[in-house]
Every structure is written in structure tokens, then in C-alpha cells.
């Protein structure tokens, strides 16, 4: 008997979680087993056989700050992990990720959600995340210039080509986002979070010296 639940809630944007005034409310839970019952009256017992367990987060969010909506929340992320509950070699996995940066970090939400039941990432989902990083880390070195400042000549360059290569990928908004990074800081961390899409051909589209 194995089990493995996910659970991915942004601000207002949400499943199994609900929005109240300058919070969201995110719960879970799990039954395992037979849960018996009647109605009222019955005079019949009413029982649980087997597990039975639920969790709960209260996140803050900006709705009660000046012009906030509740687009954003402070970040959450929740592993619960069990193992033989019961014999029968059951095992509970669950993982709950809440705020925007929580859902689209790689580094922890992705290396988390990748986990089998087991708790293990395999083998080909570790592999293609340290490709990733491997080409975000080469993308931002060749952006760099000697002083540390951004070279924009060189990125707008590689921007233009993989545009020309991956049109859909580069849509304007994807372009102009991508140029808005004023430091190669900046750029990493919009690579890594919402521009890890464009990752892949930008990579291809840098110039020979710097691979």
C-alpha cells in the first residue's frame, strides 16, 4: 500500500487551500483504512480503522498592505514523509508548496516535487536539473563583463538569435522580460525562477567562447 499526494497552492490561485482576509488557509489531510459511520440516531458506533491525519498552514499575504491583493504570500514549504504505517510496506509522501517563490524555485520546490513515493529523485530528473543549472551558471558567466556589470550587447545578441531559432518561446513579453535584469544577479534569478523556459535555447544561442 502506497500513497504519495500533492498538493501546489499559490496565493488565490488555489487547491485544497482558501483565501480569507490577508491570509490563506492551506489543509490537508489523509484517511487510510475503512472509516465507518451512520447517521444520527442509529445508535450505531462510529469508528476509524486504519490512519487517519491532517495538517494545516495559515500564510500571511500582502492583502491588508496598501493597493495588495493577495497575489502574494509569505512562502511555505512541508514534507511529511512515512514509512511501513501498518506493515504492508505503506508509505506516506506528501509535499505542500504555498507562495509564488515556493512553487518556482528549483532548487528546493522542484528537487522536492521530483521525489517517487519513496522519497528518491531519480536518476534522469536529477541529471536534467544539473544541466540546467550547469547552462544558467555558463549563460550568466558569458553576460558578465570584466568590471561585473551586465552586458547587455552581448545578451541582447543571444536573445535576438535564439528569438530567431524558438520564436513561440520568445514572445515579446518573454523578450522584454528577459531584458529587464539590470545585473547578471538578477538575470540568474529570473532564469532560474520564471525564464527557465527559455533556458535551453538561449544556451544554444550563446556565442562559441563562451561554452
Same mark, same amino acid.
Given at each position: 500500500?502506497?500513497?504519495?499526494?500533492?498538493?501546489?497552492?499559490?496565493?488565490?490561485?488555489?487547491?485544497?487551500?482558501? *483565501?480569507?482576509?490577508?491570509?490563506?488557509?492551506?489543509?490537508?489531510?489523509?484517511?487510510? /483504512?475503512? @472509516?465507518?459511520? +451512520? /447517521?444520527?440516531?442509529?445508535?450505531?458506533?462510529?469508528?476509524?480503522?486504519?490512519? #487517519?491525519?491532517?495538517?494545516?498552514?495559515?500564510?500571511?499575504?500582502?492583502?491588508?498592505?496598501?493597493?495588495?491583493?493577495?497575489?502574494?504570500?509569505? &512562502?511555505?514549504?512541508?514534507?511529511?514523509?512515512?514509512?511501513?504505517?501498518?506493515?504492508?510496506?505503506?508509505?506516506?509522501? +506528501? =509535499? !505542500?508548496?504555498?507562495?509564488?517563490?515556493?512553487?518556482?524555485?528549483? $532548487? %528546493?520546490? +522542484? !528537487?522536492?516535487?521530483?521525489? @517517487?513515493? &519513496?522519497? #528518491?529523485?531519480?536518476?534522469?530528473?536529477?541529471?536534467?536539473? /544539473?544541466? $540546467?543549472?550547469?547552462?544558467?551558471?555558463?549563460?550568466?558567466?558569458?553576460?558578465?563583463?570584466?568590471? /561585473?556589470?551586465?552586458?547587455?550587447?552581448? =545578451? @541582447?545578441? %543571444?536573445?535576438?538569435?535564439?528569438?530567431?531559432?524558438?520564436? =513561440?518561446?520568445?514572445?515579446?513579453?518573454?523578450? #522584454?522580460?528577459?531584458?529587464?535584469?539590470?545585473?547578471?544577479?538578477?538575470? *540568474?534569478?529570473? !532564469?532560474?525562477?520564471?525564464? @527557465?523556459?527559455?533556458?535551453?535555447?538561449?544556451?544554444?544561442?550563446?556565442?562559441?567562447?563562451?561554452?
Amino acid at each position: 500500500m502506497k500513497l504519495s499526494l500533492f498538493v501546489i497552492c499559490v496565493a488565490l490561485v488555489l487547491s485544497g487551500c482558501k *483565501s480569507t482576509e490577508g491570509h490563506v488557509i492551506a489543509t490537508t489531510a489523509t484517511i487510510i /483504512g475503512v @472509516d465507518l459511520g +451512520q /447517521g444520527q440516531g442509529t445508535q450505531a458506533v462510529t469508528g476509524t480503522l486504519g490512519y #487517519k491525519r491532517a495538517e494545516f498552514a495559515y500564510v500571511p499575504t500582502d492583502k491588508g498592505l496598501s493597493n495588495g491583493s493577495a497575489a502574494n504570500s509569505a &512562502d511555505v514549504l512541508m514534507e511529511l514523509q512515512y514509512q511501513n504505517i501498518f506493515s504492508g510496506n505503506g508509505a506516506i509522501h +506528501q =509535499r !505542500l508548496a504555498v507562495g509564488r517563490n515556493a512553487v518556482s524555485q528549483k $532548487e %528546493a520546490t +522542484q !528537487l522536492l516535487f521530483s521525489k @517517487d513515493e &519513496d522519497g #528518491k529523485v531519480s536518476a534522469a530528473v536529477a541529471e536534467s536539473l /544539473g544541466k $540546467e543549472d550547469a547552462s544558467i551558471k555558463k549563460i550568466t558567466a558569458c553576460f558578465t563583463s570584466p568590471n /561585473g556589470a551586465l552586458d547587455t550587447t552581448k =545578451r @541582447d545578441a %543571444a536573445i535576438a538569435v535564439a528569438k530567431g531559432t524558438s520564436p =513561440r518561446i520568445y514572445s515579446d513579453s518573454m523578450e #522584454k522580460a528577459l531584458k529587464v535584469p539590470t545585473t547578471p544577479a538578477a538575470l *540568474s534569478s529570473f !532564469l532560474y525562477e520564471d525564464g @527557465d523556459v527559455a533556458v535551453p535555447t538561449l544556451f544554444a544561442a550563446l556565442p562559441s567562447e563562451c561554452v
